[in-house]
């Protein structure tokens, strides 16, 4: 690995970008004033590069400070901005304008299955509630170690995919079971067990299993795949719910 | 109105608010107020690491920590600071492990450790393996890792509470001194005001990054903290020292974590050279950020930038192996794919500096108490995070040690805020306290017609980039102070289209403008009369360091807002004070910086 020589890549020559006009059909509430939801439909110039969220600020920053929207980070680690787009999960900011069809009009709805406030803003209280009830902590017994704890790389590996999470519910609110069935734990928080199950430092595993084998638990789970696909971090939900699954069975992690 | 009343309360769900929480929670009734849920702070948004002299992969120790962490602040960080951090550091690492933080292992199933900007062996013979990481979302891993603990401590949370007053009072029990009475906040569901009295507060709110457009900070990043109190006639120190990231993403400014470059990537300008051989011959590319933002700065200005308009220059990752890429730098080489299209194991990387870091803030000393002026606190109010200015990052701050920072002093601040707590008496809340807030969100909302807060932030930014970036002038900041007043007065006609109780974040987004230009105008005079260059402020007309006049912290201090204002007066003022407060300097003598 020569690191001193000067790259034989080519310059990256980035073509101009372009504008263009497209159509956001949104829907609209606000219990304030209106019974029911509606949509409207803005006509807005993106950039080539524009993410979704880059057209609703321009929505709400030139042309209707009304909408409402969650957001913060604005380059997908927050967990902010979860939303349907064309009917599917995803976040407005790590979505390209141009990755959605920009052809027709592009509807932009509030995620499934939780309360939807305003606008786009959904209760999220109960989506928290059920992650906080699957014991999403870090639980040891006996003498604390004055150094660091050791966990070989392999071990923690083994949890890895399930730490990204960044509990934005884009999981939990594509699935048809947690629409239909407000109990149901929903994916998120089964994530989040699981990465605290297969942590070879953790002693709490069985307990989040009884809890999980619970009625309302993850037998819930139909394996849609609809979680999977929706996760904005790619990690593989429907296979850590498997793995759950299995452990319940064996009792064993 | 709602009335609370807690021990302690903490603005802000931050790594140092939440840190505060595990403490101050279990020694007293604690609450913490948030404007986003505790996970959407942006700690999460941190890449690269944490240094601690843990010595698990090499030699190292605090001692050589402190030393860089001065050297790197361009010896205008106060020593004793330093000294606690970098000892604390290694307890602050740990303490994250045993909580469940799951860091890199080495071999040996230890945590491991890697290169970052600036931390070298023996006061800088080389680059050290000092940064404790979680791949390249450690900054997650510390706020998931907090979130854990405090919801398994059952630590109180007031979600989606916006802080926008800080309630001080005269209190006989303190000397006749202004003491914490509690804050006044903002319910975003509702649109209700609620007010809070506490016998303690910690501001915990994060950076101000949002004062320019280019920058890797989130958009709810408008230093609100410091803007609370600097209206409430505290200082704020050194606010002219903001760091610029070298490696944003050209035309977004989304961060590329200097572990990129910690793992091997190389900068190149358009005739393929590593030109970072030419300005830091030892350490090259890991050299401090400041210096290594300028030079890119300086690549792109004698015309050997990239691109079709030449302005960026390049990140070369593709002599790395992707599955070391894909190990240890997944998230921003997908930030790379996602954002620009660009595929990292086999094209450079578009890059240029990005608004990243406020080295300043609300003064304190290293307890986290708040300083009213030069030597004297404010009973019950603390701060800690990127809100506070201890000084820890003196004009430049080194990568990994905010991290570093919010763990250790939002400890200490928590510690403190509890204890403090227990022993002090009530201070009283004096009538109608929430009457400047009522005025301040009347006045936006009641107005018809005006301008556009947005048309006003843009200006804004983009004045602040252009004229107040890595390179200043008396003349650009001159022009820039201008638009700043012009601002001043403009905000006074601002106007919000939503006039709804709930969720109406039109309304907030008017009021957190009226922060940006409140600090801006700080920022612009600080860097005006510092007639120096040093670490992340650097003056084209003022090129050297200049011990002599400016080995000093700038405290500027405006005329608090009255008690009773009334209705449809400006919350600006027309008179910023500056003032300066010795460094406190200990063993290390400055020296000239060079890499
Ligand atoms: C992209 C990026 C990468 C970084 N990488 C690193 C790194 O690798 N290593 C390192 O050491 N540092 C890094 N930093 C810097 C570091 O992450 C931040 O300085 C640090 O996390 C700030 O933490 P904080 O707790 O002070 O603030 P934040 O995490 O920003 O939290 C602020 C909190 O205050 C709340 N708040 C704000 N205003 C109000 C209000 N008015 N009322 C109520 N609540 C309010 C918010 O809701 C939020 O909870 C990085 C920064 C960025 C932007
Ligand atoms: S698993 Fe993925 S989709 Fe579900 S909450 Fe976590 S990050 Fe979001
Ligand atoms: S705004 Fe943070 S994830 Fe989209």
Not at chain 1, 60 to 70: A, N
Not at chain 1, 167 to 190: E, R
Not at chain 1, 214 to 240: L, M, Q, Y
Not at chain 2, 301 to 323: F, K, Q, S
Request: overall charge negative.
């Amino acid at each position: 690995m020569s690191v001193d020589a000067p790259s034989k890549k080519p310059i990256a020559e980035a073509v101009e970008v372009p504008t263009f006009q497209i159509t956001l059909r949104i829907e609209r509430y606000n219990p304030e004033f209106d019974t029911e939801s509606h949509y409207e439909d803005y006509e807005v110039t993106v950039h080539g590069t524009d993410r979704v969220l880059d057209a609703l600020h321009t929505i709400k920053w030139d042309m209707d400070g009304s909408l409402s929207f969650r957001r913060s980070c604005a380059h997908g680690v927050c967990g902010s901005d979860a939303m349907r787009i064309n009917g599917k999960n995803r976040l407005a900011c790590k979505t390209l304008v141009k990755d959605v069809n920009p052809d027709k009009p592009i509807t932009i709805e509030p995620i499934k299955g939780l309360p939807v406030e305003k606008d786009l803003i959904v209760d999220m209280e109960p989506f928290f509630d059920s992650y906080r009830e699957i014991m999403p902590f870090l639980v040891t017994t006996g003498h604390e170690p004055t150094h660091e704890r050791i966990q070989s790389q392999a071990d923690k590996d083994r949890f890895d995919d399930t730490t990204k999470c960044i509990l934005c519910a884009a999981c939990t609110s594509s699935c048809p079971v947690f629409w239909n069935d407000g109990q149901y734990f929903g994916p998120a928080a089964i994530v989040n067990a699981h990465r605290f199950i297969f942590d070879s430092r953790d002693e709490a595993g069985d307990q989040r299993l009884q809890i999980l084998n619970d009625k309302e638990g993850v037998w819930r789970c139909r394996t849609v795949f609809n979680c999977t696909e929706a996760c904005p971090r790619g990690i593989e939900v429907t296979k850590a719910i498997a793995e759950v699954k299995r452990a319940i069975i064996t009792r064993r992690v | 109105m709602q009335t609370h009343q807690y021990d302690v309360v903490i603005v802000g769900a931050g790594g140092a608010g939440m840190r505060a929480a595990l403490e101050s929670s279990g020694r007293a009734r604690t609450a913490v107020l948030t404007k986003l849920y505790p996970t959407r702070s942006h700690t999460g948004a941190a890449q690269g690491g944490m240094c601690a002299a843990l010595s698990n992969v090499e030699e190292d120790n605090w001692e050589w920590h402190t030393f860089d962490t001065v050297k790197g602040g361009d010896y205008i960080v106060d020593q004793d600071a330093a000294e606690i951090m970098c000892r604390e550091a290694i307890k602050a690492v740990i303490d994250l492990e045993k909580m469940g933080l799951p860091f890199n292992r080495t071999p040996e199933g230890r945590i491991d450790q890697r290169r970052f900007g600036g931390h070298t062996r023996n006061h800088g013979e080389a680059a050290v393996r000092r940064s404790c990481y979680a791949a390249d979302r450690t900054g997650h891993m510390i706020l998931q890792t907090l979130y854990q603990n405090c919801v398994k401590q059952g630590v109180e949370f007031y979600n989606e509470f916006y802080v926008l007053d800080l309630v001080l009072a005269e209190s006989e029990a303190h000397g006749g001194e202004p003491a914490v009475a509690g804050v006044i906040a903002y319910e975003l569901a509702t649109g209700e005001i609620h007010s809070f009295r506490a016998k303690a507060v910690v501001l915990a709110t994060g950076g101000a990054g949002k004062v320019f457009k280019t920058t890797s900070n989130a958009h709810t990043l408008t230093g609100d903290g410091m803007g609370i109190a600097f209206r409430r006639g505290l200082p704020l120190e050194d606010l002219e020292f903001f760091q610029f990231h070298p490696t944003g993403l050209a035309g977004l400014g989304i961060l590329l974590s200097e572990a990129a470059r910690g793992e091997g990537g190389i900068l190149r300008n358009s005739e393929g050279e590593r030109f970072m051989e030419r300005y830091a011959p030892t350490i090259k590319d890991l050299a401090p950020r400041d210096i290594v933002a300028r030079s890119m700065a300086n690549e792109v200005r004698e015309g050997r930038g990239c691109g079709p308009n030449r302005d960026y220059v390049l990140l070369d990752l593709t002599h790395l192996e992707p599955a070391h890429i894909d190990a240890k730098l997944p998230d921003i080489t997908e930030f790379a794919r996602t954002y620009l299209g660009v595929e990292p194991y086999t094209e450079p990387i578009p890059v240029y500096p990005t608004a990243h870091y406020a080295m300043g803030g609300v003064p304190t000393n290293t307890d986290a108490e708040v300083l009213r002026n030069n030597t004297e606190t404010v009973p019950g109010l603390y701060a800690a995070g990127e809100v506070a200015c201890v000084s820890v990052h003196g004009a430049n701050r080194l990568g990994t040690n905010s991290l570093l920072d919010i763990n250790v002093f939002g400890r200490r601040a928590g510690i403190a805020a509890a204890k403090f707590a227990q022993d002090a008496p009530w201070v009283e809340m004096p009538g109608s306290p929430e009457q400047h807030t009522l005025n301040l969100l009347e006045d936006i909302r009641g107005r018809a017609q005006g301008e556009r807060v947005a048309d006003l932030r843009r200006t804004l930014q983009e004045t602040m980039d252009r004229d107040v970036q890595v390179f200043r002038t008396e003349e650009s900041m001159t022009e820039a102070l201008e638009v700043v007043q012009q601002l001043k007065e403009r905000y006074q006609h601002v106007v919000v289209q939503d006039k709804g109780k709930r969720y109406n974040l039109d309304l907030l987004e008017a009021v957190e403008l009226g922060f940006l230009i409140e600090l801006a105008e700080v920022v612009v005079l600080g860097a005006l009369a510092r007639k120096e260059s040093r670490g992340g402020h650097f003056r084209e007309d003022f090129t050297k360091r200049d011990d002599e006049n400016f080995m000093v912290h700038t405290m500027a201090y405006r005329t608090p807002l009255g008690a009773n204002e009334q209705r449809g007066v400006s919350i600006f003022t027309d008179k910023v004070r500056l003032d300066y407060k010795p460094v406190n300097v200990t063993r290390y003598q400055p020296m000239e910086r060079k890499y």
